[in-house]
C-alpha cells in the first residue's frame, strides 16, 4: 500500500478529535483524580501542566514529525526514515506495546460497559454490598469475559471501517460527546450539598506535599496521560495532510487532555465530598466501588437523577476507554496492513483475535487464573508491568532522540514549519525540549519507575 492510497484524515477537526480521543481515557477520569487528591490538590496540578507542556508534548511533536514524515506505520517509519539502523526497535516496541495496552485496558473497559448496563437497568442501585457486588463480578469465571469481548469487538468494528469512515467519524461523534457529559456532570455535581469542600480541597494547593516523589509522580502522569511513547500518534500522524500544522495539532491535544482531566475531578470531589468519610484518592475502587455508593447516597430521595447521574458517568468512561482504545488497535493494524500487504478488515481482525486471546488470559487473572504468577505477577499486572516501566519510557527516550539527533535538522524543521509555508513561534525552544528535556526527562521517569 502506497503513501497516497493509504487514507488519510479528511479534516483539521478529524486530527484533533482523533489525537484527542487517542489521549484522553480511563487514566484522565480516575487516576489523574486519584493522583491529585494524594498529592496536593492544585500544587499537583500545577506540576503536571508543566510536565505537560515541557516533556509530553515535545514527546507528542516527535511522533508527529516521524508519521508524517514517513507516512507508514511505526516499524515502517524507521525503516524508511533509518534504513538498516536498529532504530526500528521502536518501531516494534509500539506494535508489541499496543497489542499488550489493548489486552488489559480491555478489562477495565468491560467493566465500564458492565456497570453502564447495571445504571440502565438500575440493578446498581439494590440494596448491596458495592465492594463485593464488583469482587463478585470481576473474578466471575465467565460474566467479564463476556463484557471484554464485546469493547474489543466494538473497537474492531470501528479501525475496520478505515481512517476517514470510521476512525475519523468516530472520534468526530465521540470526542463532543465525551465533552459535552463532563461539562454537564461538573455543573450536576457542583450543584450538590457540601459540593464547595471538594472545590476547596481540589482548588487549594497544598506545596507541603510536593516532594520529590510527587514531581516525578506529576511527571509520569503527563507522559502517561497522553499516550506518548509507543507510537500511537506517530501511526496517527501518517494520516496527516500535508497542510496539517503538527505544533499547534499537539498543542490543541495536550489542553483538550488536561481540561478533561481537571474537569474529571470537579465532577469526582464535589460528590465524594457531598457524602462525607470517602476517600477521594481510592484509585480505581473510587470508580467501582466508593461512587456508586457516593450515587446512591447522595441522591437517595430522588432516586430518578441518580439513575441519570450514575448512567452518564459510566458512558462518559466508556467513551473516554474507545477513544483510547481505536488507537492502540491501529498501532498494529496498520503494521499487519503494511507488512504483510492485507486488507484492512482482514488485517483488523487478525489484531482483534490476538487481543481477544492476550486478554482472556488478563481477564482471568481477576478469577479462575488468579493464581497464574509470572514474575510474582498475574498476566493483567504483567502487561501493565512491562508496557509502563519498560516501553512507555524506553519508546518515548528513542522517539525523541531519533528526531533531534538522528534526523537531518533539515527535515524535522520542513515538517514542523510545512516546508517553510508557517511560521512556528519560539521553534528554538522547542527543539531544544525534544533534544535536551524531553528524553533526559522521560529518562528520569524510567528510573524511578524502575526502582519502585
Known sequence: MTADNRGAFASKLGVIMASAGSAVGLGNIWRFPTEVGRNGGAAFILVYLCFVF?????????????GRGSKANTVGAFRQLAPGKPWIVAGFMGVIGGILVLSYYSVVAGWTIFYTQESLTTALWADQDFGALFQGFVSHPWK??????????LTHLIVARGIERGIERFSKLMMPALLAILVFLML????MPGASRGVHYLLKPDFSKVT???????MGQAFFSLSVGLGTLATYASYFRKETRLVQSAFSVCVIDSIVAILSGFIIFPAVFSVGNVAPDAGPGLVFITLPQVFKTAFEGLPILGYGFSLMFYVLLLLAALTSSI???EISTAFVIENYHLPRRRAAWIVTLVCLVLGTACCLSFGPWAGIKIWDRNFFDLFDFLVAKFLMPLGGIMITMFVEWYLNRKFVVAQLTNNG???VRCLGLLL??????APIGVGIVFLNEMAN
Open 54 to 66: 515541557l516533556l509530553a508534548m515535545p514527546v507528542m511533536i516527535s511522533e508527529f514529525v516521524i
Open 144 to 153: 467479564p469475559l463476556l463484557f471484554q469481548f464485546l469493547f474489543i469487538l
Open 188 to 191: 450536576f455535581s457542583l450543584t
Open 212 to 218: 520529590t516523589g510527587v514531581v516525578l509522580s506529576a
Open 327 to 329: 488507537s492502540m488497535h
Open 421 to 423: 509555508t508557517i511560521r
Open 432 to 437: 531544544f525540549l525534544v533534544r535536551w528535556v
